[in-house]
């Protein structure tokens, strides 16, 4: 048992619109943690502070510390290209660039950063693949089109995309909310695969993944951080009436 | 309603058909070996062609392009993924008026720019104010079709760790290359028939291009020489030329759309 992300007082706005409120928890590593909350609660605002992508928005901004192994993703000078490098995201929609083949798609990532010395860029796309299950149905044809594929496949050519960079997270948000449930099953599975050499952060609004695929809970309403845990005391003790009344369905 | 709506395009399509039509008839009879091959011959003596006005055309789209086409792109890449202060608002609205000012105006202005300053005409002189002319067309052209690429493609190659010029670089400008390149395509077809800017700046020729700071013939000012002209021979080449000019547009629209049908192929 590790902390890999310690996330201490996180506040995030879009504009002059407070999204995420002191937010302070400790993420696990090689654990699976799963975000939920009602849609607007901050969920994906929240995933998006732990790689710095919430800033590339216009007017987004962001107050706190976010600790990844010791060190503060948001302390002056760290460069946020380096902080991405670190952690993988996976979006809710499968967004494979359209105009590379799958080959390229996963392989754009290893390019931007340079080929280690020794390593052959063929071995990474193909371990990549068999990490993220989809070695075996596109290994024929590695040189069509990315979106050629169905949309389970382009999420998990998306997952191969982010593990090809070698990151030490992976977050994911709202990975299956397009899918459908055999490709879901899929994609969760293989989160339970890869807990074993990643940190997993999930977004989810599906509280039957959250329970199948999580390890430790965090339920978050209106930018707050209401109640946070392993996840079988979450769904079976909450110690918070409103998370009592989300996870059996009585709002959100 | 789809009745008004078919009629209105038929007859929206009568002018453009007629256009090709009539030039067709006129101007083919003018096209032979000579008409692509010879210099124009003195008024009076029959025969000879415009072969240095479809040379000097070129030259002067070329010119145009080379200038155009990189400082629009760019401008356009500017004004879609990195203008979020105030200028970028203030560029956009200079582009939309120079895309509205006539085209008479900005000979007028190179003219007293460009030419008065070298004290004579010149092809460079003609290829500026034709890429004055092309420059707000790219830009914007470019902007919109940047803008049709969806943010997500961007977040997910910021988020593998790229900086927003490789994201620019690598996807954003890959993923748009298509309509940039028709956008480009059909700027360049725009220019290759203005004649007004020319008459102040790259004015006319008898002869071969032989530099580019000097005068050079183009098929729309020859067009327009001859056509004002009282001999029956010079109208012969004028409707050539016309052909001409006409085939050279619409051949780079259509390989605009080609190129552009090819690249998104590729996807």
Request: hydrophobic residues 45%.
């Amino acid at each position: 048992m590790s902390v890999k992300i310690k996330v201490e007082n996180l506040n995030a706005w879009y504009g002059r619109n407070q999204v995420l409120k002191d937010i302070n928890l400790e993420i696990e590593a090689n654990k699976v943690t799963a975000i939920i909350g009602p849609s607007g609660c901050g969920k994906s605002t929240f995933i998006r502070c732990l790689n710095r992508l919430h800033e590339v928005v216009p007017g987004a901004r962001v107050r706190g510390h976010v600790w990844v192994d010791g060190q503060d993703l948001y302390a002056p000078g760290v460069d946020p290209t380096e902080v991405r490098h670190r952690i993988g995201m996976v979006f809710q929609k499968p967004n494979p660039f359209p105009t590379m083949s799958i080959f390229e798609n996963v392989a754009v990532g290893v390019r931007i950063h340079g080929l280690k010395p020794g390593v052959k860029l063929e071995e990474i796309v193909e371990r990549s693949l068999r990490m993220a299950a989809l070695w075996e149905e596109v290994s024929d044809r590695l040189y069509t089109s990315g979106v050629s594929l169905s949309g389970g496949q382009q999420q998990r050519l998306c997952i191969a995309r982010a593990l090809a960079v070698e990151p030490e997270v992976l977050l994911l948000d709202e990975p299956c909310a397009s899918l459908d449930p055999i490709s879901t099953l899929k994609i969760e599975d293989l989160l339970v695969e890869l807990k074993k050499n990643y940190t997993i952060v999930i977004v989810t609004h599906n509280m039957q993944q959250a329970a199948r695929v999580s390890d430790y809970t965090a339920f978050l309403l209106d930018g707050e951080l209401v109640e946070y845990g392993p996840t079988p005391e979450i769904f079976t003790r909450p110690r918070d009436k409103r998370t009592e009344d989300y996870i059996t369905g009585r709002f959100g | 309603m789809l009745f008004l709506t078919v009629l209105a395009t038929g007859i929206a399509l009568v002018p453009l058909a007629s256009i090709l039509v009539y030039v067709g008839i006129k101007g083919l009879p003018a096209l032979n070996w000579e008409f692509f091959t010879q210099l124009p011959k003195a008024v009076g003596e029959p025969g000879g062609g415009l072969a240095n006005a479809i040379l000097g055309t070129i030259i002067l789209v070329l010119l145009a392009a080379g200038i155009a086409l990189p400082l629009g792109i760019l401008t356009g890449i500017y004004l879609a993924e990195f203008g979020k202060d105030r200028l970028a608002p203030t560029v956009r609205f200079l582009c939309d008026v120079l895309t509205g000012v006539p085209s008479i105006i900005v000979g007028i202005v190179v003219y007293s720019t460009v030419v008065l300053t070298m004290k004579r005409f010149s092809a460079l002189a003609g290829g500026i104010a034709l890429a004055i002319i092309m420059l707000p067309l790219v830009a914007r052209s470019t902007e919109e079709m940047l803008r049709l690429v969806p943010h997500s493609l961007r977040e997910a190659s910021l988020a593998l760790g790229a900086t927003q010029g490789r994201t620019i670089r690598s996807v954003v400008l890959r993923s748009a290359l298509g309509g940039i390149v028709t956008g480009a395509m059909l700027a360049t077809a725009r220019v290759a028939g203005e004649t007004a800017p020319l008459l102040f700046t790259a004015l006319n020729s008898r002869y071969w291009p032989t530099g580019l700071d000097e005068r050079i013939a183009s098929l729309p000012v020859y067009i327009f020489t001859y056509s004002t002209t009282p001999y029956e021979d010079l109208h012969r080449l004028a409707w050539g030329a016309a052909l001409v000019l006409v085939s050279m547009v619409l051949g780079t629209s259509i390989a605009a759309r080609l190129a552009a049908k090819k690249v998104n192929g590729g996807k």
